[in-house]
């Protein structure tokens, strides 16, 4: 739970995108040593976001659970206690992740990430690898949505352009995601090579002084 509260407290709302694209289409299985996909999932929301209500409509919906593991009456105890110790334990990952740096504060912020990200160019100069994650999902989403508006309109389609549409709307998708995936990778070169080279100057005058 304290990595999931730590990676949460860090990364914000690209932690809980990343959780629910990655592990919940397969939390039918819940191993009995760890929380339940359901308890996790709101240990996780509430470290990454102020307000829970602002996560993404749909998100971590399709959560499943193991009812045969859900009625043992030690993993409900252990339910139980995870659920009571789940405040101190954020409070600790949050006072950790504060104690890690946030980057060039001086460079692009969330805002700027995403005027480049919706034209598909990656940020000159990122603040942040936090910014770049969430400005990433963000943009990714209004695609999505962007996508899934056209889908409205099939009703007025025969069989035969339903068909070429959803094929297109799945094609459509697929290059989004890989175009979305390209962006991150080259914003994040970015951001560690000019970090690289605001520490070897850093390094530099410290020798020369």
Known sequence: ???????????????VYAFDAFLTPGSGWRDPSYPSFSNRANYIIRAALPNPGDVRPGVLDLIEESPQIAVDP????????TGRLAPIVLAHAKKFASLLPYGNKEGENIDSIMRNLRNGIPPDNPRSPV???NAIWRVYFERQDQINKVEKRQDQLDKVEKRRDQLDKVEKRSKLW???NNLCLKSLEIYE??????????AANYQGA
Do not use: N, P, Q, T
């Open 178 to 180: 890989v175009l979305m």
């Open 131 to 133: 910014d770049i994650l």
């Open 1 to 15: 739970m304290f990595c999931d509260l730590l990676g949460a407290s860090i990364f914000k709302e690209s932690y």
């Open 74 to 81: 030690v993993v409900r105890y252990a339910d139980d206690v």
């Open 193 to 202: 090579y000019r970090d690289r080279r605001k520490h070897a100057r850093i």
